[in-house]
């Protein structure tokens, strides 16, 4: 399923969306950055409820296919912009990080 | 190893949001050599630990990125306060950063174990109040 199809289904807001054709292999869930860029698989939903920028350079070291924010957390100031300036996909849940995976699991 | 091509970059210890742009630029410049993508990763993700580190603990640095035939090295360099216990920095999950550090999703303890566990030699020598010097490896398998 590619990312803009997950939008679509999945209920999520589009803080940025450069790349919606990118397809989603995978998902993981963390906030420990170090821990993320380690485990994260290329191609992977990576739902977090960290929103600084430096999310931003992690999701790019670690090819996620998104970054999707849980628990209506929204991202810092100016994140929505680098995001979309570094073709990363940047997608807002209002569910916890548990019901978006498991919105995830049902459609991928 | 004969080199090939190298990449300098100076890493600003001031702006802590701009970390991770070294790397960053890294991962772009390999994936224009067309080496592999593991490789790729390996090396971006190793280099992004040492950047935050020089971020957090040194106020910044340099690093140096040597591609050769058979491995790419990465240098990085700081005149920091330096490790005091090199053994106990290595451990998964020991870490001194400050809190601030911490809620920005960094300080988890992470860094040089991963720096080890994506690269085939890390090599550090540090000396409190004079700074940190470390070469990582990563072998090309031609």
């Known amino acids: 399923m590619t990312v803009s199809e997950l939008v679509a289904r999945a209920d999520l807001k589009a803080a940025a969306l450069p790349d919606g054709e990118r397809e989603i292999t995978g998902v993981y869930i963390g906030d420990l950055l170090s821990w993320v860029m380690g485990r994260a698989a290329s191609g992977d939903a990576w739902i977090t409820i960290m929103s600084n920028r430096n999310v931003a350079a992690v999701a790019t070291l670690a090819d996620t296919a998104c970054v999707i924010l ?28 548990y019901d978006t995976a498991l919105r ?4 991928l | ?7 300098h970059f100076d890493v600003d210890g001031n702006d802590f949001t701009c970390a991770g742009q070294a790397s960053v630029q890294v991962k772009k410049n390999l994936r224009r050599l067309g ?10 993700i190793a280099m992004y630990e040492g950047e935050i580190n020089m971020v957090i603990h040194a106020g910044g640095g340099h690093a140096e990125v040597r591609v050769a035939q058979d491995a790419i090295e990465i240098i990085l360099e700081d005149k920091g306060p330096g490790i005091a216990d090199i053994e106990k920095a290595m451990q998964a999950g020991y ?9 920005l999703g960094f300080g988890a303890g992470m860094g040089l174990p991963n720096m080890k566990r994506y690269t085939d030699s890390l090599d550090i020598q540090s000396t409190v109040g ?4 470390i070469v990582m490896r990563v072998n090309l398998d031609n």
Not at chain 1, 72 to 91: C, F, R, S, T, Y
Not at chain 1, 104 to 107: E, F, K, Y
């Open chain 2, 35 to 44: 080496l592999s993508p593991e490789t790729i990763r390996r090396v971006s």
């Open chain 2, 130 to 133: 004079v700074g940190t010097r």
């Open chain 2, 1 to 7: 190893m004969s080199e090939v091509l190298s990449f």
């Open chain 1, 104 to 107: 995830l699991r049902d459609l």
């Open chain 2, 95 to 103: 870490s001194t950063a400050p809190d601030t550090i911490r809620s």
């Open chain 1, 70 to 97: 849980a628990e209506g957390v929204q991202p810092d100031e100016g994140v929505a912009a680098l995001a979309e300036q570094k073709g990363i996909n940047l997608l807002l849940s209002g569910a916890s990080a």
